[in-house]
């Protein structure tokens, strides 16, 4: 495992409940690559409610292709050309190439309730993570395509090359790509038991009366459903194996998580 | 189903595949309800990056307490007492109950993965609510009692009553709920087959090759795992049949999806 963090600054800084906070661009990242939405904020302007858009997104770097997910990297979010957060990455720099929409990007994921003996102690097992950057839209032709090959295939490995490609021009001219430059990252991350008050542990009455423990909750993968004009009978395996892998390691985390210390350590 | 509605404005409206904008309270505010982790977005200054915070809210009013999802509601979210989003919440009014911070609060269900023929044709089954309001702190005892009942049993329906009740009084110091006053909220809906364009449609040979269909997600639960420290031997009927309910609606809502219209109807 990788030591590269990022640094610790009053952008990233967790602050409530510092344990849980995690720096190291492994676990920022890992989050991030493995949420199938990301939560993307920007401000319209002061006057302006912020904004949250979902949107599908994947961590790459076009310069290092082969870098993995505990190195430093580039957030491509992948979207409609004239949506408005593409218009505001578009009018916000004369030069598209140098980006300043300042963003903030989120993934969640739940992996379990976590039931204790009072309201106020009750809380979820997850993992969090946030990114702070800058967007600008990408207009290099070969880094439009590696997004898009890079999105289509962080959402399920290996699609990209079975299915109709290179995108035709429409198509390159209806989508567009924006690439977020990472600033500042950082996750938070919450597991194992409940953790109850002394005062209320030794309530022996309450003990004997509420069930305390955790319930798992992780994202399940059902029997892929062929569309009405499908005409590959089987499933192929790169499918299979995907939901299979997939939902195996989601199930798999929220159970381990039930046994981990409170910061998520094995 | 009532007809109560989010007015259109150019804050809420769904531009972008207009045809999946849903503006019912009904609609809007059972995608809120059922997801157990809400993102909010803040900017605590023009020159800062926004903000966005993984929170448990639940959606309801304290002065209509018997009001269902399909009627106006307030969202309440539930934090630590000095965490920066509250004490934003507490510098930028004088009148604590007059809150003015600015929250865009987004939750988002993803339902399926749509695999198409071609990478831009691509697409998730997904649902998405996303509120804009204000913020304020809540001040009366008897609201943030009714807020936090609210949040405990909107995550696990019965969880409040079988617990230690009311908190005491460092619990209710240490935390804090904020309200936010919904100006404006909307959905948006994705569900259905594939949709490939007809150029692609007419190429037999891709159409012999390329699988097409719904892989279904959803969020599943696992045998709740009692503590360390439990003493009720078996699961209560409350806990096993949330358990049951609610991982057989998120299943079932993900498969029926698949025959719905692009737009979820079914």
Same mark, same amino acid.
């Given at each position: ?88 990455a578009?009018?916000s720099s004369?030069?598209p190439n140098d980006g300043n929409l ?32 800058t967007a600008s839209l990408? !207009?290099?032709?070969? &880094?439009?395509? *590696? %997004?898009?090959?890079? =999105? @289509? ?25 924006l690439r977020v430059s ?63 892998? !997939?939902?195996?390691? &989601?199930?798999? *985390? %929220?159970?381990?998580? =039930? @046994? ?7």
């Amino acid at each position: 495992m990788s030591d590269l963090s990022y640094p610790k600054s009053k952008t990233n800084k967790v602050n409530r409940l510092g344990e849980r906070g995690k720096y190291d661009c492994k676990t920022v990242h890992e989050i991030i690559a493995s949420s199938p939405v990301l939560h993307v904020s920007f401000s319209p302007s002061p006057e302006d409610y912020p904004v949250i858009l979902p949107m599908i997104g994947k961590l790459g770097s076009f310069e290092n292709p082969s870098a993995d997910l505990s190195e430093p990297l580039d957030l491509y979010l992948h979207g409609y050309v004239s949506s408005r957060i593409m218009n505001l990455a578009r009018s916000s720099s004369k030069d598209p190439n140098d980006g300043n929409l300042k963003v903030c990007v989120c993934a969640t994921k739940v992996d379990g309730l976590v039931l204790s003996l009072t309201p106020n102690s009750h809380s979820m097992n997850y993992r969090s993570s946030v990114i702070f950057g800058t967007a600008s839209l990408v !207009t290099d032709l070969d &880094e439009k395509l *590696y %997004a898009m090959k890079l =999105i @289509t295939d962080g959402v399920l490995k290996g699609r990209y090359e079975k299915t109709r490609v290179p995108p035709d021009g429409a198509e390159m001219s209806s989508t567009q790509i924006l690439r977020v430059s990472v600033e500042s990252a950082s996750a938070k991350v919450r597991a194992g038991e409940p953790g109850d008050y002394e005062k209320d542990l030794k309530q022996e009455k309450l003990l004997d009366r509420v069930w305390t423990g955790v319930i798992p909750m992780y994202t399940a993968y059902g029997e892929p459903q062929p569309s009405k004009y499908n005409r590959v009978k089987e499933v192929p395996e790169y499918i299979a194996n995907y939901v299979k892998d !997939t939902g195996d390691a &989601e199930r798999g *985390y %929220a159970l381990a998580a =039930i @046994t981990m210390d409170e910061a998520g350590t094995a």
